[in-house]
């Protein structure tokens, strides 16, 4: 990535809770007395001798029918362009006034603008912000030129600045339970030192499940691992309500309506742990709701695949207004890193979602608070199977005439692997308005599919579904297939900037760690039984009504299930030393 997130070197007051950086200022409409506002200004991409930049200015005080938003640069800086908002500039002063479409801004109300610019030498971050004319107010704010301040990103004692991918040059957290069960497996030796996803399910594992380690006991065992170099610290936050609306194994604790419990009893707790200055030296990595937002598109309404539930979490809202909570509160602590979930090509691969998709995610990076800006990247193929990298067939090629697309596999995908769909996805994304310079992760910790099963070669070209079937990696029965897959293989291993757009291959999913139950099985997790999970089941609409393909025995998610562990090292690819 090339997204720097700067903070504000202003002597100015600021405020708690405020998305990204934010300062306190004086804003005052026609008629009304001066009333408090915040401001956002964040420089995102940076090259070195041009920059973009992107603004949010939210109105504390009385409604206001118009505004303009004005600063000037101690350096060269010169806007060359924008968006969402008219900007000019005289000398190093810039005037930023509202569209027609964004000039009432209520009590509470946010607009949002962009911009590019050019200079030389340092890109100096403005130091005094006007609002409709009021300067901020710089009484009792905090010195940028007192080495001592907190919140002065250059004090060598407090946070690092966001670095443009958090992987580069870093150690990952192993976390030492999903450690302990891998050693403790025949083989397991080989792989038990690998980083593992640290999975926030359910409100009870902010403090420990059972005598289990705690939020607070995973980042201080981060610390003692950090060492002098840099270390990122994977969690999963993973409790919305209505979790999983079509998928009854990851069912969870909160009801489709329990939004403000989800909020007071799991983000923010999370949010004041991650934000204790003790564990300012991390990089913490947060992947946001897996498997939510892409259900409001392939699974609802009158599409042969919708689900109740799911026309429920679109109704109500709350997986959009969930994910941008999450996002603006936990965007708020300088060392996080949010990585929204963006499912998988055979989920979202196909045209009448991918766009749909990508609209959804940005519904919610600007939900709640929330502003693109809160959003470093994206991570797909979380706790699924999709190989990362078809190499016997590709989108383009055809057999007799025939295209790849019309394959029963491909059934008119875009995509046939993972890497593609991760690298064209994150051109959709930035299409949509998301920075330019965002990453991707792609979860390889089951996607490997080797062993004696994995074709050498390309399959014969008598017919366009011999060609794919026999020379695909990914064994599955069908794409739709996603509990405990009989035959996959650990994936590549984790490892920083493997390819163009991506920040990391990571390990998400710990391997070995159940999917779903096989039968039903009484929990106090909220966890249903999927018949997805059951191996003699044959299928649904959501899979092409095929067999499940799952292994048998398995308990409910998130338990160990060695059986599966074993699978995976068998058939790994690279193969296991």
């Given at each position: 990535?090339?997204?720097?997130?700067?903070?504000?070197?202003?002597?100015?007051?600021?405020?708690?809770?405020?998305?990204?950086?934010?300062?306190?200022?004086?804003?005052?409409?026609?008629?009304?007395?001066?009333?408090?506002?915040?401001?956002?200004?964040?420089?995102?991409?940076?090259?070195?001798?041009?920059?973009?930049?992107?603004?949010?200015?939210?109105?504390?005080?009385?409604?206001?029918?118009?505004?303009?938003?004005?600063?000037?640069?101690?350096?060269?800086?010169?806007?060359?362009?924008?968006?969402?908002?008219?900007?000019?500039?005289?000398?190093?002063?810039?005037?930023?006034?509202?569209?027609?479409?964004?000039?009432?801004?209520?009590?509470?109300?946010?607009?949002?603008?962009?911009?590019?610019?050019?200079?030389?030498?340092?890109?100096?971050?403005?130091?005094?912000?006007?609002?409709?004319?009021?300067?901020?107010?710089?009484?009792?704010?905090?010195?940028?030129?007192?080495?001592?301040?907190?919140?002065?990103?250059?004090?060598?004692?407090?946070?690092?600045?966001?670095?443009?991918?958090?992987?580069?040059?870093?150690?990952?957290?192993?976390?030492?339970?999903?450690?302990?069960?891998?050693?403790?497996?025949?083989?397991?030796?080989?792989?038990?030192?690998?980083?593992?996803?640290?999975?926030?399910?359910?409100?009870?594992?902010?403090?420990?499940?059972?005598?289990?380690?705690?939020?607070?006991?995973?980042?201080?065992?981060?610390?003692?691992?950090?060492?002098?170099?840099?270390?990122?610290?994977?969690?999963?936050?993973?409790?919305?309500?209505?979790?999983?609306?079509s998928a009854l194994a990851s069912n969870g604790e909160l009801g489709p309506t329990e939004i403000d419990r989800y909020k007071t009893e799991y983000i923010d707790p999370i949010k004041e742990i991650l934000g204790d200055s003790k564990y300012s030296s991390l990089r913490i990595v947060t992947t946001v709701e897996i498997d939510s937002l892409p259900n409001l598109v392939t699974n609802t309404g009158s599409r042969p695949t919708a689900v109740p539930a799911c026309d429920t979490m679109k109704a109500n809202g709350n997986y959009v207004k969930g994910v941008g909570y999450a996002l603006a509160q936990l965007g708020d602590v300088p060392n996080v890193y949010n990585y929204i979930d963006a499912g998988h090509h055979g989920w979202i691969g196909w045209d009448d979602n991918f766009g749909a998709s990508a609209d959804v995610i940005k519904q919610a990076a600007t939900a709640e608070g929330a502003t693109i800006g809160d959003v470093h990247g994206f991570i797909t193929n979380t706790a699924n199977y999709s190989a990362l990298k078809e190499e016997n067939f590709g989108i383009d090629d055809s057999v007799n005439g025939t295209s790849v697309r019309q394959s029963k596999w491909v059934d008119w995908n875009r995509y046939v692997d993972e890497l593609s769909f991760a690298q064209a996805f994150r051109n959709e994304l930035v299409s949509k308005g998301f920075d330019s310079g965002i990453g991707m992760l792609i979860d390889t910790s089951r996607n490997g599919w080797g062993g004696s099963a994995r074709p050498a070669g390309p399959g014969p070209q008598t017919s366009v579904d011999a060609y794919v079937d026999g020379g695909r990696f990914d064994r599955r029965i069908h794409p739709g297939n996603w509990c405990n897959q009989s035959g996959a293989g650990l994936g590549e291993r984790p490892q920083a900037s493997p390819a163009a757009g991506i920040d990391a291959y990571v390990w998400m999913k710990p391997p070995g760690e159940s999917d779903g139950a096989s039968e039903a099985i009484d929990n106090d997790e909220g966890k249903g039984f999927d018949r997805m999970c059951d191996p003699t089941y044959e299928g649904n609409v959501r899979n092409g009504n095929s067999p499940s393909g799952a292994l048998p025995n398995a308990p409910i998610s998130g338990k160990w299930f060695s059986a599966q562990f074993q699978e995976l090292m068998k058939n790994a690819y690279p193969p296991l030393s």
């Amino acid at each position: 990535m090339t997204r720097t997130r700067t903070a504000m070197l202003a002597a100015l007051t600021l405020v708690a809770g405020a998305s990204g950086t934010a300062l306190a200022a004086q804003s005052a409409s026609a008629g009304a007395a001066a009333a408090a506002c915040t401001v956002d200004y964040q420089v995102q991409n940076d090259w070195g001798s041009g920059f973009t930049a992107a603004v949010t200015v939210t109105n504390n005080g009385a409604a206001t029918s118009s505004w303009s938003l004005g600063w000037t640069y101690a350096g060269s800086q010169k806007v060359t362009s924008g968006w969402n908002a008219k900007i000019s500039q005289s000398g190093a002063a810039v005037t930023v006034t509202n569209e027609s479409y964004n000039g009432t801004l209520s009590t509470g109300g946010s607009a949002s603008f962009g911009f590019q610019g050019t200079y030389s030498g340092s890109n100096a971050i403005p130091a005094t912000f006007t609002l409709n004319g009021v300067t901020c107010n710089t009484d009792g704010g905090t010195d940028p030129t007192d080495p001592t301040d907190p919140t002065d990103p250059t004090d060598p004692t407090g946070p690092s600045a966001r670095v443009d991918n958090p992987y580069d040059g870093a150690k990952v957290y192993v976390n030492p339970e999903w450690s302990a069960n891998a050693a403790a497996e025949p083989g397991g030796d080989r792989i038990a030192n690998e980083p593992t996803g640290v999975w926030l399910d359910r409100t009870a594992a902010i403090e420990g499940v059972n005598g289990g380690m705690s939020l607070r006991d995973h980042l201080d065992a981060a610390l003692e691992q950090k060492g002098s170099g840099e270390m990122v610290v994977q969690l999963v936050i993973y409790n919305l309500p209505g979790r999983d609306c079509s998928a009854l194994a990851s069912n969870g604790e909160l009801g489709p309506t329990e939004i403000d419990r989800y909020k007071t009893e799991y983000i923010d707790p999370i949010k004041e742990i991650l934000g204790d200055s003790k564990y300012s030296s991390l990089r913490i990595v947060t992947t946001v709701e897996i498997d939510s937002l892409p259900n409001l598109v392939t699974n609802t309404g009158s599409r042969p695949t919708a689900v109740p539930a799911c026309d429920t979490m679109k109704a109500n809202g709350n997986y959009v207004k969930g994910v941008g909570y999450a996002l603006a509160q936990l965007g708020d602590v300088p060392n996080v890193y949010n990585y929204i979930d963006a499912g998988h090509h055979g989920w979202i691969g196909w045209d009448d979602n991918f766009g749909a998709s990508a609209d959804v995610i940005k519904q919610a990076a600007t939900a709640e608070g929330a502003t693109i800006g809160d959003v470093h990247g994206f991570i797909t193929n979380t706790a699924n199977y999709s190989a990362l990298k078809e190499e016997n067939f590709g989108i383009d090629d055809s057999v007799n005439g025939t295209s790849v697309r019309q394959s029963k596999w491909v059934d008119w995908n875009r995509y046939v692997d993972e890497l593609s769909f991760a690298q064209a996805f994150r051109n959709e994304l930035v299409s949509k308005g998301f920075d330019s310079g965002i990453g991707m992760l792609i979860d390889t910790s089951r996607n490997g599919w080797g062993g004696s099963a994995r074709p050498a070669g390309p399959g014969p070209q008598t017919s366009v579904d011999a060609y794919v079937d026999g020379g695909r990696f990914d064994r599955r029965i069908h794409p739709g297939n996603w509990c405990n897959q009989s035959g996959a293989g650990l994936g590549e291993r984790p490892q920083a900037s493997p390819a163009a757009g991506i920040d990391a291959y990571v390990w998400m999913k710990p391997p070995g760690e159940s999917d779903g139950a096989s039968e039903a099985i009484d929990n106090d997790e909220g966890k249903g039984f999927d018949r997805m999970c059951d191996p003699t089941y044959e299928g649904n609409v959501r899979n092409g009504n095929s067999p499940s393909g799952a292994l048998p025995n398995a308990p409910i998610s998130g338990k160990w299930f060695s059986a599966q562990f074993q699978e995976l090292m068998k058939n790994a690819y690279p193969p296991l030393s």
